[in-house]
């Protein structure tokens, strides 16, 4: 399991922490796929929230799972893509990246839960 807060962490040392952790525990993982929704989860808590983050990976036997706690209640809004510079292509390259995406109300703030089943052909 790799476990990373807000404020000493950042994306790069998120995206470093995940690759290492799929390498060991999770190789039937699309590496590239986690890592751009390990990003992206981390760069909009940084983002959107006053106060802490923390991202936790693990992989179970069935499912490899992201999982971003922060601080704030409002849940992720997908947004119209502005290809001049303004962004909105997160989320939904999130939902199109993992398995299954649930976010889920925290009692101080919200949890986003990003689940990569494990493919039949990888056990």
């Known amino acids: 399991m790799v476990v990373l807060d807000s404020p000493q962490e950042n994306s790069a040392t998120a995206r470093e922490a995940a690759a290492d952790y799929l390498t060991q525990h999770c190789p039937w993982a699309d590496l590239d796929a986690v890592l751009l929704v390990v990003s992206e989860l981390v760069t909009n808590a940084v983002r ?12 179970g036997p069935e499912e490899l799972v992201v999982e971003m706690d922060d601080s704030s209640d409002q849940p992720p809004v997908a947004r119209e893509p502005d290809f001049s510079g303004g962004g909105g292509f997160g989320w939904h390259m999130v939902h199109r990246l993992a398995g299954r995406v649930e976010v889920r109300p925290l009692p101080e703030g919200k949890r986003v839960r990003a689940v990569w089943p494990r493919p039949a052909q990888a056990y």
């Open 48 to 59: 959107h929230t006053s106060g802490w983050w923390r991202l936790t990976l693990f992989a």
